[in-house]
């Protein structure tokens, strides 16, 4: 059993965000991923931004952050591949096999990783999971397909409903649509992840098994713990 943690979730972020820096390639660009713990690892990137030639992003926050900091952003199509991807989650399996979407960028996330030869998951311990689905299953759809779709999960036991911000339907940066998923047990996140790919209306699902982690940099109460995959 893990000892209560003094570290807040916060720190722990800090603490992978940094723990991070170790798989960045000088000289070479990096894959950067979306959320609160990415933003840790941006914050820490910066103090090697003179090494490293930029980054291809994953979402119109982190490109912001990024250029914040003065480092150059590509655009995916001017990189052919990548060493690395680094990126948080909503959930991670003893397999490397993680939900994401919770910051909306799902699409642009998987698109990313798909060019990088490894994922660096970082993440706080309470995204550790024996299975995926407790966390609502991020679906980035087709607004015109959202209720088939909706369907469609509810015949395999899911109630889909439509993220909303500030009371209208929460558009991507894709100017699409999110589903989130609850009551799902993802238990073979592989076959699951192909069958709903295949829906019409769907952009992206949230399950990232075929680009799964290969490494995962999980804070703890007992530092950083490295998981391979
Ligand atoms: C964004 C994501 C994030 O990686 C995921 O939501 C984790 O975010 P955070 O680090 O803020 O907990 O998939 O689409």
């Known amino acids: 059993m893990t000892a209560p943690s003094t570290l807040s ?9 940094q723990a991070a820096l170790h798989y960045v390639v000088p000289g070479e660009i990096v894959g950067v991923g979306t959320g609160s713990t990415v933003n840790k690892f941006i914050d820490a990137l910066a103090t090697m ?4 030639r930029g980054a291809v992003s994953s979402s119109e926050a982190s490109t912001a952050r990024l250029k914040a900091m003065g480092i150059a952003v590509f655009d995916a199509n001017e990189v052919a591949s990548l060493s690395v991807y680094i990126d948080g989650a909503d959930e991670i399996d003893g397999r490397g096999y ?5 910051g909306a960028a799902l699409t642009r996330e998987k698109i990313v990783a798909a060019l990088a030869e490894r994922f660096v998951c970082i993440a706080d311990e309470s995204k550790l999971v024996k299975t995926l689905g407790a966390f609502p299953l991020p679906v980035e759809v087709i607004p015109m397909a959202a209720a088939q779709i ?7 036991g899911g109630q889909a409903t439509l993220r909303r911000k500030d009371g209208q339907p929460l558009v991507t940066d894709n100017g699409q649509h999110i589903l989130d998923v609850r009551g799902l047990q993802i238990t073979e996140p592989l076959a699951f992840e192909s069958q709903v790919n295949q829906w019409p209306g769907v952009v992206t699902v949230g399950v990232f098994a075929h680009q799964k982690a290969h490494v995962c940099l999980l804070g703890t109460a007992q530092g950083v713990r490295t998981l391979q995959f």
């Not at 979730?9 to 965000?17: A, D, I, N």
């Not at 931004?49 to 490293?52: E, L, M, T, W």
């Open 9 to 17: 979730q916060e720190e722990l972020k800090t603490l992978v965000g």
């Open 49 to 52: 931004k003179d090494s490293i």
């Open 150 to 156: 909706a369907r469609r999960f509810a015949a395999m």
């Open 98 to 102: 993680m939900v994401k979407g919770g």
